[in-house]
């Protein structure tokens, strides 16, 4: 069991304020208001994490556990943010999978990224998808398990120039038929603009190169890192993401989209979630996942976000219980205008996870 690192009470912002009880958590989680920080013990002790992604595999895994991977991120310290594996019976509360490696690997070089999980039915197996990245290329490696305990080696599946493969997000539709969703910035996170591409596989390994996507956004934003899901109860895809400006990722805004072919979107007019919605995304809202139940017709949400704190960023990952009329229908008001999204001087230099 790893010590609590110093995650914020939804009450507060100061760092050394009472954490949330994991049973405060799974109450105010249920069709919240606002979303609430998560309990997660990161392996560096520092409680901070990023970039989450959900899976929850089907009725042949046998210890009906649901996964998160994500990313410790502290201070903003790439050296940390290493994949890491959490299990829970219910998706609220969080703990250290069993069993696993913590974190479930690190880089032979540079630093590693943007973790996704996915669950094949077919192989009853996990696959976690992530990024290393040294400055110079992007590669994209993917490493399996069985059981969610033991994991095989890293095997390298793409490459491509620094920031041009970002966030991979893998949708696995049935038998030959597999999708990868990434985002090209070549430009770097101070780059103007971002392009959101697509991949196929017949297995998960082997990819086509890849093709544009069109996803519509408001003026002068662009997708950042992406989370895309097939909603088998409604015949399309969905995607969540941050909106990026010209000249920097600090993401203040975070939407959603549909498709049903994966490629032409439909985006949601208003964000899901802005900076300063709770204390804890006070100046950035980040890459996030999301689960669709269709029996309550309710979605859940995985946010991660980051406060400035002095000169550096305190990152969190916190919970939301809605229902999908009210996201699709009556999404909550931005806390932040779309029209005066100027992040503050200390934003501008932000380096992304």
């Given at each position: 069991?790893?010590?609590?690192?110093?995650?914020?009470?939804?009450t507060?912002?100061?760092a050394?304020?009472?954490?949330?009880?994991?049973?405060?958590?799974?109450?105010?989680?249920?069709?919240?208001?606002?979303?609430t920080?998560?309990i997660?013990?990161?392996?560096?002790?520092?409680?901070?994490?990023?970039?989450?992604?959900f899976?929850?595999?089907?009725?042949?895994?046998?210890?009906?556990?649901k996964?998160?991977?994500?990313?410790?991120?502290?201070?903003?310290?790439?050296?940390?943010?290493?994949p890491?594996?959490?299990?829970?019976?219910d998706?609220?509360?969080?703990?250290?999978?069993?069993?696993?490696?913590?974190?479930?690997?690190?880089?032979?070089?540079?630093?590693?990224?943007?973790?996704?999980?996915v669950?094949s039915?077919?192989?009853?197996d996990?696959?976690?998808?992530y990024?290393?990245?040294?400055?110079?290329?992007?590669?994209i490696?993917?490493?399996?398990?069985?059981d969610?305990?033991?994991?095989?080696e890293?095997?390298?599946?793409?490459?491509?120039?620094f920031?041009?493969?970002?966030?991979?997000?893998?949708?696995?539709?049935?038998e030959?038929?597999w999708?990868?969703?990434?985002?090209?910035?070549?430009?770097g996170c101070?780059?103007?603009?971002t392009?959101?591409?697509l991949?196929?596989s017949?297995?998960?390994?082997?990819?086509?190169?890849?093709?544009?996507?069109?996803?519509?956004?408001?003026?002068?934003?662009?997708?950042?890192?992406i989370d895309?899901?097939?909603?088998?109860?409604?015949?399309?895809?969905?995607a969540?993401?941050?909106a990026?400006?010209?000249?920097?990722?600090?993401?203040?805004?975070l939407?959603?989209?549909?498709?049903?072919?994966?490629?032409?979107?439909?985006?949601?007019?208003?964000?899901?979630?802005?900076?300063?919605?709770?204390?804890?995304f006070?100046?950035?809202?980040?890459?996030?996942?999301?689960a669709?139940?269709?029996?309550?017709?309710?979605?859940?949400?995985?946010f991660?976000?980051?406060?400035?704190s002095?000169?550096?960023?305190?990152?969190?990952t916190?919970?939301?219980?809605?229902?999908?009329?009210?996201?699709?229908?009556?999404?909550?008001?931005a806390?932040?205008?779309?029209?005066?999204?100027?992040?503050?001087?200390?934003?501008?230099?932000?380096?992304?996870?």
């Open positions: 069991m790893f010590a609590v690192g110093a995650m914020l009470a939804l507060g912002c100061a050394d304020r009472a954490t949330p009880t994991d049973a405060a958590v799974l109450v105010a989680a249920r069709d919240s208001t606002a979303p920080p998560l997660l013990r990161t392996y560096d002790g520092s409680g901070q994490s990023v970039h989450p992604d899976v929850a595999p089907g009725p042949a895994w046998g210890s009906g556990l996964y998160l991977v994500s990313t410790p991120y502290p201070g903003s310290s790439d050296k940390h943010e290493n890491s594996l959490y299990a829970s019976a998706g609220l509360t969080w703990d250290a999978a069993p069993g696993a490696p913590m974190p479930l690997t690190t880089p032979r070089t540079g630093f590693l990224s943007d973790p996704d999980i669950y039915e077919p192989q009853n996990l696959s976690v998808y990024r290393q990245a040294d400055g110079r290329s992007d590669r490696l993917l490493m399996r398990s069985s969610g305990a033991k994991w095989s890293p095997l390298q599946l793409l490459s491509g120039p920031a041009t493969i970002l966030s991979p997000s893998v949708v696995r539709r049935g030959g038929d999708l990868m969703w990434s985002v090209n910035a070549s430009g101070h780059g103007n603009s392009t959101v591409q991949r196929r017949a297995n998960g390994v082997t990819w086509t190169a890849p093709e544009p996507v069109v996803l519509p956004l408001p003026t002068n934003r662009f997708a950042w890192h895309v899901q097939w909603i088998e109860a409604r015949q399309e895809y969905w969540l993401f941050p990026k400006a010209p000249g920097t990722c600090a993401t203040r805004t939407y959603l989209a549909t498709s049903h072919d994966g490629v032409t979107w439909t985006t949601v007019s208003q964000p899901v979630l802005t900076a300063g919605s709770i204390p804890e006070q100046h950035v809202v980040y890459r996030s996942t999301f669709y139940d269709a029996a309550s017709d309710s979605i859940t949400f995985w991660s976000g980051a406060r400035l002095g000169k550096k960023f305190f990152w969190s916190a919970v939301q219980r809605r229902s999908r009329t009210g996201v699709f229908d009556a999404v909550a008001p806390a932040v205008p779309e029209g005066s999204l100027k992040a503050p001087a200390g934003l501008l230099r932000f380096d992304p996870p």
